[in-house]
């Protein structure tokens, strides 16, 4: 397998788009979520689309086999909500391992397809490591500030039982992503260096942090540069942003990282802002052109898509992509 910052200083890679917008495509059941694993859970299960890599395990290799087709260059487990933390609220914590092994063996499967034809453009596998659904920074009672729903350790713990899990399951990198709460982020990177140690393995760390509205700032608080300087002391081969805000609101943001970033940095925008019924509008054509502007000022190596993207959008995506340079991989002072 060739070394990803060796390509990442030569080309722009593409980032796969969207998971839950392709998996609606489907018009998936509960028995979807059930087949062959969970047949007896007491629980609903719709919707928690991360036990398809189980039960419908042929929808997500298609998915992840429509991104390469559409020239992306890594694409993402199927593990967003990976952790026994995201998956107590289905009592499926006794499920983590096999999502996240199963998932990567997914992608892993399809990655090496695609770089066995075309072995001139090698295809990765990110191991998607969410948020989860709890904060370690905010209280989520008004009436007690003090009060904590999640401990550091107790993040710690559910992170590292997910990440050696992708590693089993053959990721090439490690992807925390989504980051609304940068002491959920240090949790993770804290798992992945224990998991290093234990294994005298290292991984491609990226890094991405999600700015929630036109402050400038993460859920908990962070402008963009105390994001950076939160997360810099890891060695990584990207930070960057994803989710939350357009690729046209997001640009500022990916200025203060070109500028202050002594690694690769990343992008994988939403397709807009979503309508009033939740869904994402900007055509592949409107996201591409907003996107020109990031590439021709040279601020990321990496580039995708989050919310409301799909291959169509990639392939927009990717086609643009091909004309620019990366940003170079110094601090900008």
């Not at 997360?231 to 357009?246: E, P, Q």
């Amino acid at each position: 397998m060739k070394d990803i910052k060796s390509i990442l200083e030569k080309r722009i890679l593409v980032l796969d788009g969207a998971m839950g917008t392709m998996i609606q495509r489907h018009d998936l059941e509960e028995e979807d979520f059930r087949k062959g694993w969970f047949e007896d859970h007491g629980q609903p299960l719709k919707g928690n689309n991360d036990l398809l890599s189980l039960t419908r395990p042929e929808i997500i290799k298609e998915i992840h086999a429509q991104y390469f087709e559409a020239g992306a260059d890594i694409v993402e487990t199927n593990t967003f909500s990976g952790t026994t933390i995201a998956q107590a609220d289905y009592a499926l914590e006794s499920a983590v391992y096999d999502i996240n092994f199963h998932s990567a063996k997914i992608a892993r499967e399809v990655a090496d397809e695609f770089t066995a034809r075309e072995p001139q453009k090698p295809r990765f596998v990110a191991g998607s490591i969410g948020p989860t659904n709890r904060t370690a920074s905010i209280s989520p009672d008004v009436n007690d500030p003090g009060f904590r729903a999640i401990t550091f350790e107790e993040l710690g713990t559910a992170y590292k039982q997910q990440v050696e899990a992708l590693m089993d399951g053959g990721v090439d990198i490690l992807l925390v992503e989504t980051v609304f709460d940068t002491l959920n982020a240090k949790a993770a990177l804290f798992a992945i260096d224990e998991v290093f140690e234990e294994r005298d393995v290292k991984l491609p760390i990226m890094v991405s942090g999600t700015i929630t509205d036109q402050s400038g700032r993460t859920l908990t608080g962070q402008t963009t540069d105390a994001f950076l300087i939160s997360v810099a002391h890891m060695d990584l081969l990207t930070v960057g942003l994803n989710c939350a805000l357009g690729a046209s609101m997001m640009r500022p943001y990916l200025q203060v990282l070109d500028k202050n970033a002594p690694f690769g940095v990343s992008a994988h925008p939403n397709a807009g802002l979503p309508n009033e019924f939740g869904e994402y509008d900007e055509t592949p054509e409107m996201m591409a052109e907003q996107i020109k502007e990031f590439l021709s000022e040279g601020l990321v190596n990496i580039i995708g898509g989050c919310c409301g993207t799909t291959p169509e959008h990639i392939a927009a995506i990717a086609e643009l992509a091909k004309e620019y340079s990366p940003r170079q991989l110094e601090v900008h002072v």
